[in-house]
């Protein structure tokens, strides 16, 4: 073993294709991959040891990976590119078309280089003092970076603050963070170690994924040392050192790459982007089922548009205890009938369900004789405190716990025509040593693999449903999860507390989420916890929460009302009508969600993504982008009767609301109306929506796109997805549209499938040059 002041001196011992293999003669092994141009790792083992030889985050481009994970030297889905290697002075260089890579023999001392243009620009480099542990201090893993003047940091999913992570110090250990404080809470639910550096000045950007699964911790700049200069660490309480180096030099192109890196993202059914109504209050009262009934007549009552409903645990109650798979027949008597009662209006039900099964399930003795809790050495439960008293949690690293949750799921809920899941309070809080999980026939200390036990709790949920309904593209939601939980679940960001500084906090946790490649996402709209939302909070979060992926409004108010459309009369009528705006803004969400799927691009995203050379957007605002055509800006404070958006530079932009076209490159002041949120859309824009009048329970689809032209001459083109909204495979019916602007005319030429009807084609409001209209059909 090194001593610290006699660091390992490497070596080349090894080349194979896409892997160079370095050793020191104290017996440390390094491993150097070059995977892409732009996609280089690291993998650093002291003494030779891999801990963990599997993985469950890298999936290149892939749908999934295999149940009991990839092998970590598995290269399958990169290109493998050639690149030149170069030894001299104690130091190795390896170069592709895009990175350039240096090694410093002695340490393993790293330094990255990206090309941009035909320079090289320094991106990184690891502190030149004990940038890693090499048996010195422990058992714990750590990587020193320096830190560079004028860098930001980006991304480790839903962190509380700003998006910008500079100067913190942040814990990724999943945990329960009911009614967390946006602003300052942490850890939180999520566990995704991988974050984006920029350096604005320079239009430089790179990421960093670190493939573990343990517990850590990242360090921004809060901690500094006189020894070592400015620096930032990761620090993982156990595990490997196995690190993902993705070249920018764009912001945009790290987020698409590391997305990709991690998977492919699910596509679900199109009913999953519209109002999701839910509450605990109804399933914890006694008439749960009547409860339930009366939304429906509510919706109906007030000609509130809504396609599913979150059934809150309640439904699985024994006394006050929660039982996942149980249903309390007192409070639904009739569980099919209720689910049709549902669906007969078109409104889908996502269950809750628990992977924790408390001391006195009805279940609990059957799944502890089959082995299929996480347990002690001696086959003992290992007990853990839960939601309502001590349970064992199941261990999905054993396949057999897994078929067990399959078919539960199948035969309480999927049987009785509750089509979805939505997978809760799955953070798998276990912290004694002594836990063990199967691991897949090599038994592991379970506090080693709580995100994967979330990865593959969601895994499960997903084949029970593609079990089902083979002909039916799946949909679940999961509060929790880690890197590659996108390729199976829509989430939301837990469990929030009701406040004016939550939801300013809360579009900065979305987009943090969204920077980290986990991009279908939401809130709990109104706030989960605390008081209840007065008229004018709701009325601004709900114009907030149209322009998520997910858009719930949930609850568990401290004074036992629930987050209902209807909760201030006074404005009832206008939350009516921001959901039915986004039901005409539907066509474009999905469209977007499409594009996550097959080009990685974030949803929502900050300004600086499709404007990076504008140093405005810098500026860390209240605002964001839906995808690249709507720019919009909540408001966050109350007593607001207008505000102040800045408007980014490069494209002129149309109020959505007057039509009135802005210049970009300058900040404008807004009327704030509760009824119209505020929200601009790009010159050169194309959006489908849904422009027929909409009801309760009585879905109308009359489609049109709105052509944003520009202000002058010019042309620009456009595609838009389609297909019937469910069906596996999916059925691409997409069309196409080319637009040309004259001084006196527009002309907009569009391609859809033969027998298809073509969208009605809508402009600004203002916009006085007439529209010439060609349809061709393809076949």
């Known amino acids: 073993m090194s001593s610290i002041a006699h660091p390992p001196i490497f070596a080349l011992t090894d080349r194979a294709p896409g892997r160079l293999t370095l050793q020191s003669a104290d017996g440390h092994i390094a491993h150097v991959f070059v995977l892409e141009h732009d996609i280089l790792r690291v993998l650093a083992l002291p003494e030779g040891r891999l801990d963990q030889p599997r993985t469950w985050a890298i999936a290149p481009g892939l749908d999934d990976v295999p149940a009991e994970g990839r092998d970590r030297f598995d290269l399958s889905g990169f290109s493998l590119p050639a690149f030149e290697v170069a030894e001299s002075e104690g130091r190795l260089t390896l170069t592709t078309a895009k990175v350039r890579l240096t090694v410093r023999m002695t340490g ?66 999943n945990v329960d ?17 991988v974050y984006i550096t920029a350096r604005p000045e320079e239009q ?166 089959a082995g299929l809790l996480i347990s002690e050495a001696d086959g003992e439960p290992a007990w853990v405190q839960f939601w309502d008293g001590p349970g064992a949690y199941l261990d999905f690293t054993n396949p057999a716990t897994a078929a067990w949750w399959r078919a539960r799921v199948r035969e309480s809920l999927l049987d009785k025509g509750l089509g979805s899941t939505w997978n809760d309070n799955n953070e798998f809080e276990i912290w004694s040593p002594k836990a063990l999980a199967h691991g897949f026939g090599e038994a592991r200390p379970a506090r080693e693999l709580k995100p994967l036990q979330t990865l593959l709790m969601m895994r499960a949920s997903r084949d029970a449903q593609v079990e089902q309904s083979p002909d039916k593209r799946p949909y679940l939601v999961s ?70 992926p997910r858009f719930s409004i949930h609850s568990w108010n401290d004074d036992q009302t629930a987050n209902e459309p209807w909760m201030h009369p006074e404005v009832t009528e206008t939350i009516a009508g921001l959901i039915k705006l986004r039901a005409w803004l539907t066509p474009y969400l999905y469209d977007l969600v499409w594009r996550y799927r097959q080009d990685f691009q974030p949803i929502v995203r900050p300004t600086f993504l499709d404007f990076p050379e504008d140093p405005n957007c810098w500026r860390e605002g209240d605002d964001f982008l839906l995808g690249g055509s709507l720019l919009v800006a909540p408001v966050v404070e109350p007593g607001v009767s207008e505000r102040e958006v800045y408007l980014p530079a ?14 970009g490159g300058q900040a404008v002041r807004r009327p704030a109306d509760w009824a119209r949120p505020i929200a601009f859309a790009a010159e050169g824009a194309v959006i489908p929506v849904n422009i027929a009048e909409q009801h309760f329970a009585r879905p109308a689809d009359e489609r049109a796109v709105l052509v944003c032209p520009t202000l002058g001459e010019g042309a620009f083109s456009g ?48 916009e006085r040059r007439p529209v010439q209209v060609e349809i061709i059909e393809k076949s």
Request: aromatic content about 14%; hydrophobic content about 35%.
């Open 108 to 173: 393993l001392l790293c330094a990255w280089e990206i090309r941009r243009g035909g320079d090289w620009v320094l991106a990184a480099r690891d502190r030149p003092t004990q940038a890693h542990n090499w048996g010195w201090w422990d058992e714990k893993v750590y990587h020193y970076l320096r830190r560079e003047p004028g860098e930001r940091y980006f991304g480790l999913g839903e962190r509380s603050g700003k998006m910008d992570r500079s100067g913190r110090r942040l814990r990724l250990c």
């Open 177 to 193: 963070a009911m009614g967390y404080d946006a602003r300052t809470s942490d850890p939180l639910y999520k566990h995704l170690p």
């Open 204 to 369: 430089l950007a790179f990421g960093l994924l670190y493939d573990t699964l343990s517990d850590c911790t990242f360090d921004f700049g809060q901690e500094r040392d006189n020894y070592h200069g400015l620096y930032r660490s990761f620090v993982a309480d156990r595990g490997d050192l196995d690190y993902w180096f993705v070249a920018g030099p764009e912001v945009a192109q790290v987020v698409r790459h590391l997305t990709w890196l991690t998977g492919r993202p699910a596509f679900p059914p199109r009913w999953s982007l519209g109002y999701s109504g839910s509450t605990m209050a109804y399933t914890d009262a006694p008439d749960a089922q009547d409860q339930m009934a009366r939304f429906l007549e509510k919706c109906a009552e007030h000609d509130i548009l809504c396609e599913s409903f979150h059934l809150s645990s309640g439904y699985t109650s024994i006394g006050h205890r929660r039982h996942v798979f149980h249903w309390n027949l007192d409070k639904f008597p009739d569980p099919e009938g209720f689910a049709k009662s549902y669906t007969d209006k078109g409104v889908r039900l996502v269950p809750n369900i628990k992977p924790c099964l408390l001391a006195d399930n009805p279940r609990f003795a059957e799944a502890k004789a």
């Open 719 to 766: 595609c838009v997805f389609e297909d019937d909204g469910e069906t596996a495979p999916v059925r691409d019916q997409s069309w196409s549209i080319d637009v040309a602007c004259g001084e006196r005319q527009i002309r907009v030429r569009l391609e859809v499938l033969a027998g298809s009807d073509p969208p009605k084609v809508i402009l600004p409001q203002g």
């Open 650 to 663: 490069g494209t002129s932009w149309y109020d959505l609301w007057t039509g009135k076209a802005f210049e």
């Open 479 to 548: 509060r929790s999860g880690g890197l590659g939980m996108h390729r199976y679940v829509q989430t939301w960001s837990g469990d929030n507390h009701t406040s004016w500084e939550t939801l300013r906090y809360n579009i900065k946790m979305g987009l943090g989420l969204a920077l980290s490649g986990v991009s279908n996402i939401g809130h709990d709209v109104g706030g989960f916890s605390g008081p209840k939302p007065d008229a004018e909070l709701f009325v601004r979060w709900v114009q907030f929460g149209i322009f998520m």
